[in-house]
């Protein structure tokens, strides 16, 4: 009996851990085959090692977009083609607008936001030869925004926008365009956060269902799989994220506003306290090239 992804070829960023790496083996098992781009090659080859003839993989910044081009050129010519893209590669930073610096707001807004695009624009060829599907990870913090983590939010719900202005873009090639929006998810970007600012953790607690909530890594990736092999225009992880989605204006209401308000009042001087004796704007785990912090999977 025919696999799901049987003959078919995935591409994915942020391929070294968390989502990126589950999204690849769950791929592999149900058929496909997978091309990893990302930015430690231990990992990378590693996980590549554990896949077998099924797994490919090449270094890729996704700061960089001549660098992103060739590596999806490269798996292109590799496998043959390209019928599913993942822009997976993502990273957070920490602190308030006033106090986060200019470099670590910019990083984040160029790896979540700017990343997505060269990731597009380097696959829309190939996936119009195949007809095939991209498929970009925001996350609920597109629509849910959370003191602290103003470049993470800026670049999520920029990451949406630019997903579903491709799907008008490229529908009439026969390419279709989705977005995922994971909520909390057990990844080193979550457990991270939380350890290094206990105050997180307690704001977390406060919010509605689903945001005070943690998805395991094994649902979100069954999640993003079913939307691989759907097409869907939308991957709520959890499904209770859609309702994040649609009472969005009741939160940014005046009503919604006097408990937003009370909320960051009572929290947010403290935050910044343990972002400060913290002495960094982003998770300790961040892998290196030419020196400076770049991406990694997605929470």
Same mark, same amino acid.
């Given at each position: 009996?025919?696999?799901?992804?049987?003959?078919?070829?995935?591409?994915?960023?942020?391929?070294?851990?968390?989502?990126?790496?589950g999204?690849?083996?769950?791929?592999?098992?149900?058929?496909?085959?997978?091309?990893?781009?990302?930015?430690e090659?231990?990992?990378?080859?590693?996980?590549?090692?554990?896949?077998?003839?099924?797994?490919?993989?090449?270094p890729?910044?996704?700061?960089? *977009?001549?660098?992103?081009?060739? $590596?999806?050129?490269?798996a292109a010519?590799?496998?043959?083609?390209?019928?599913?893209?993942?822009?997976?590669?993502?990273?957070?930073?920490?602190?308030?607008?006033?106090?986060?610096?200019?470099?670590?707001?910019?990083?984040?807004?160029?790896?979540?936001?700017?990343g997505a695009?060269?990731?597009?624009?380097? *696959?829309?060829?190939?996936?119009?030869k195949?007809? *095939?599907? $991209?498929?970009?990870? $925001?996350?609920?913090?597109?629509?849910?925004?959370?003191?602290?983590?103003a470049?993470?939010?800026?670049?999520?719900a920029?990451?949406?926008?630019?997903a579903?202005?491709?799907?008008q873009?490229? $529908?009439?090639l026969?390419?279709?365009?989705?977005?995922?929006h994971?909520?909390?998810?057990?990844?080193?970007?979550?457990?991270?956060?939380?350890?290094d600012?206990?105050?997180?953790?307690?704001i977390?607690?406060?919010?509605?269902?689903?945001a005070?909530?943690?998805?395991?890594?094994e649902?979100?990736?069954?999640a993003?799989?079913?939307?691989l092999?759907?097409?869907?225009?939308?991957?709520?992880?959890?499904? *209770?994220?859609?309702w994040?989605?649609w009472?969005?204006?009741?939160?940014?209401?005046?009503?919604?506003?006097?408990?937003?308000k009370?909320?960051?009042?009572?929290?947010v001087?403290q935050?910044?306290r343990?972002?400060?004796?913290?002495?960094?704007?982003?998770?300790?785990?961040?892998?290196?090239?030419?020196?400076?912090?770049?991406?990694?999977?997605?929470?």
């Amino acid at each position: 009996m025919a696999k799901r992804f049987s003959n078919q070829v995935l591409v994915i960023t942020g391929a070294a851990r968390g989502i990126g790496a589950g999204v690849a083996r769950q791929f592999v098992a149900e058929g496909g085959r997978v091309g990893l781009l990302g930015l430690e090659p231990d990992l990378l080859q590693a996980l590549s090692d554990e896949l077998g003839d099924a797994a490919a993989w090449w270094p890729a910044d996704v700061r960089d *977009g001549a660098a992103v081009t060739h $590596a999806i050129d490269s798996a292109a010519a590799h496998f043959g083609r390209i019928d599913h893209l993942v822009a997976n590669a993502g990273i957070a930073s920490y602190g308030t607008v006033r106090q986060i610096d200019e470099a670590s707001f910019e990083r984040v807004i160029d790896i979540n936001l700017n990343g997505a695009y060269r990731t597009l624009h380097a *696959g829309i060829p190939h996936l119009e030869k195949s007809k *095939g599907y $991209a498929l970009v990870i $925001a996350s609920l913090a597109s629509f849910t925004n959370l003191a602290g983590l103003a470049a993470y939010n800026a670049s999520k719900a920029g990451a949406e926008s630019l997903a579903l202005v491709t799907k008008q873009e490229v $529908a009439h090639l026969g390419i279709s365009v989705g977005v995922a929006h994971p909520s909390w998810i057990d990844t080193d970007i979550v457990r991270g956060a939380e350890d290094d600012l206990p105050t997180f953790k307690v704001i977390r607690s406060k919010l509605p269902y689903p945001a005070n909530s943690t998805t395991t890594l094994e649902d979100c990736i069954d999640a993003i799989l079913k939307g691989l092999a759907k097409r869907s225009t939308r991957v709520y992880v959890k499904k *209770g994220v859609i309702w994040a989605n649609w009472f969005k204006p009741l939160v940014n209401s005046p009503v919604g506003w006097r408990v937003v308000k009370k909320l960051a009042a009572q929290h947010v001087p403290q935050l910044e306290r343990e972002v400060e004796a913290l002495g960094r704007f982003q998770h300790a785990h961040v892998p290196l090239t030419d020196g400076r912090p770049s991406g990694h999977p997605e929470a």
